[in-house]
């Protein structure tokens, strides 16, 4: 039994070692790694059935008492036995693969032994196909039940069955007297030493699936570095340009050789080997593109003929084509090539699958954004178009009276009114515009009220220099001063004061109206700028519609604010993003560039 201990471990190394140089192989990781399939399962049967032979082969023979010579056993004694590691490959092969791997490799292994000989022959080759099988059932059972084919199960089942296969001899095998000797001499060193060896393969099992896991690990992160660093460029749309700084990026964190993009009918960008011919703005000339645009469905090439490029000369020899989509609708695809089909490995395939479906999902969102920047512009614009005309009918109704007493007043108010509603179309078609064409709305709009309205009050303006040519949202400033004129003095005999103050601060632009009017009562001031509130003189309406258009064009970044007490009056101060250069926020000016 000493004897043979050794030797069992040698044997053991061997299948070890065999094992270690196959997980260095791609195919067999990725038949290790994935679930199997009908050919995936036949070429574990035959991978484990091949460790069985090798076990038969590279086995001890034993002769009653006498341990053989390590050597390749090609045929054997009548009257000997075979110590080897035969089990254990069988075992792993269906805790793995299950009953059908299982009992196929144990029927390669077993009928390899019984024509080996040896008075044992049919009692291990009967043991080896139970083995195979019972395997299988256990291991079946255990993912059944959701749980790991960790290293203890495995040495436990594999130490189990050797240990069966050890009273499969003393049943089967004849003369009792020689099989009770030979598994005195060889129960120990086979249990122990297929445990062993049973362990020291399922860690290199675990090490493949570990980097399995690694590597899906660093391809998330990948996808997701890519598409951080792509999603500017999506923002911008589907362009030459655009596409073909994507397009750099994927392949300068990818394996590809090349990378391109097309929409539904033309070539946008091709960066990488073969762009000599594989040309922007022409019509995508691989058949393999041209199938993926009417089907739909990923399509990979593993040869030339089968990428069908018009140019003969083309050194790109493998490629995945994925189809990119927008609710549903081929928008185009995304193409990466490799100049060696072994680098379009499942990592790859898998990556590439990743990158379309998240470059799909941007499109969608880009789309999505746009739809809801075009309604928000349209809320915007109907949201301006509902301040200013009440304003027309007074002013008209005040030219109208000064038409048969003062012409040329009437006509300077007239050039006034025309200026000021100038002022609001163009308001209307934009979503900015520089303060100073603000201002100057604001001074046409005084002149008409303070015809009207003589002595009521007095404005004075505390503007900042330099700040002419900053952007603010139009008709920000003139339904403030309105409010402060109708609603701060509707019925004072004496003069009222309106301040209004323009200045920047800590990268914001403060915008401050002030007036000593009779102010607004507390409870009034809690809604006002939330909703709106019903007032004759429209005064709720006019700042929840200032608040609604700065959330929709600012994005958050702006706010409005009222401090009032009554007989005191009432200051509204609104802050806006204002950049260190004298400008309005860049990421305000990107959104509304287009």
């Not at 007043?409 to 000021?420: D, G, M």
């Not at 009562?521 to 007032?535: A, C, I, T």
């Not at 009554?566 to 990421?587: A, E, M, R, W, Y």
């Amino acid at each position: 039994m000493f004897n043979l201990a050794p030797l069992m471990l040698e044997k053991v190394g061997i299948i070890v070692i065999v094992a270690f140089l196959l997980s260095k192989m791609r195919t067999f990781r990725q038949v290790i790694q994935t679930e199997h399939s009908t050919k995936e399962k036949i070429m574990l049967i035959l991978l484990f059935g091949a460790f069985g032979i090798i076990s038969n082969y590279t086995g001890i023979e034993v002769h009653h008492h006498t341990v053989g010579r390590p050597d390749w056993l090609t045929e054997m004694n009548q009257e000997s036995a075979l110590a080897n590691t035969r089990v254990m490959g069988i075992v792993i092969g269906g805790l793995l693969g299950g009953p059908t791997v299982g009992i196929g490799a144990g029927l390669i292994a077993g009928i390899h032994r019984y024509t080996l000989g040896g008075f044992t022959a049919f009692s291990c080759a009967l043991s080896t196909i139970l083995a195979g099988m019972a395997a299988g059932y256990f291991g079946k059972r255990r993912k059944q039940n959701g749980k790991q084919i960790s290293s203890a199960f495995a040495v436990i089942i594999g130490m189990a069955l050797e240990a069966v296969q050890m009273l499969i001899i003393l049943v089967a095998a004849k003369p009792f007297h020689d099989a009770w000797e030979l598994v005195q001499l060889i129960g120990l060193p086979m249990i122990f030493g297929n445990g062993l060896g049973t362990m020291l393969f399922m860690f290199i099992i675990q090490t493949i699936k570990r980097d399995e896991v690694r590597a899906r690990a660093n391809q998330t992160n990948q996808a997701f570095l890519i598409a951080d660093q792509t999603l500017p460029f999506f923002r911008q749309g589907l362009n030459f340009q655009s596409c073909k700084e994507i397009s750099g990026i994927i392949l300068g964190l990818t394996d590809a050789d090349a990378v391109a993009i097309t929409d539904d009918h033309q070539v946008l960008a091709h960066v990488g080997t073969g762009a000599d011919h594989h040309i922007p703005k022409s019509k995508p000339e691989t058949g393999l593109t041209r199938k993926v645009l009417e089907n739909g469905l990923i399509a990979i090439a593993r040869s030339k003929e089968e990428i069908s490029c018009f140019h003969h000369q083309c050194s790109l020899e493998a490629a995945i084509v994925l189809p990119l989509k927008v609710k549903n609708k081929i928008f185009g695809t995304l193409k990466m090539y490799y100049t060696e089909p072994e680098k379009l490995d499942k990592v790859q395939r898998e990556l590439a699958e990743g990158l379309a479906n998240l470059f799909s999902t941007q499109l969608e969102l880009v789309a999505a954004e746009r739809q809801t920047k075009l309604l928000k512009d349209a809320e915007i614009k109907a949201l301006q178009a509902q301040i200013h005309p009440h304003f027309l009918f007074n002013s008209i109704n005040t030219i109208s009276a000064l038409c048969r007493t003062d012409a040329d007043k009437a006509r300077k108010l007239l050039l006034e009114l025309s200026s000021f509603f100038r002022g609001n179309l163009q308001g209307a078609r934009q979503m900015l515009i520089p303060l100073e064409k603000e201002l100057a709305n604001v001074k046409a709009y005084l002149s008409l009220e303070q015809t009207r309205f003589p002595n009521k009050y007095k404005i004075v303006f505390q503007i900042e220099p330099d700040l002419g040519k900053v952007l603010i949202p139009p008709f920000t400033l003139q339904p403030l001063v309105e409010n402060a004129i109708h609603y701060g003095f509707p019925r004072s005999k004496s003069e009222g004061r309106i301040e209004i103050t323009i200045f920047s601060k800590d990268n914001q632009l403060q915008i401050i109206v002030a007036d000593d009017g009779k102010g607004i009562p507390e409870d009034r001031l809690e809604v006002l700028g939330k909703q709106v509130v019903h007032s004759k003189k429209g005064n709720g309406t006019a700042i929840f519609n200032i608040t609604e258009r700065l959330k929709g064009i600012y994005n958050g970044q702006a706010s409005l604010s009222l401090k009032s007490k009554v007989d005191l009056g009432t200051t509204i101060i609104i802050s806006l993003p204002f950049d260190s250069k004298g400008g309005l926020n860049q990421h305000v000016e990107s959104i509304y560039s287009g």
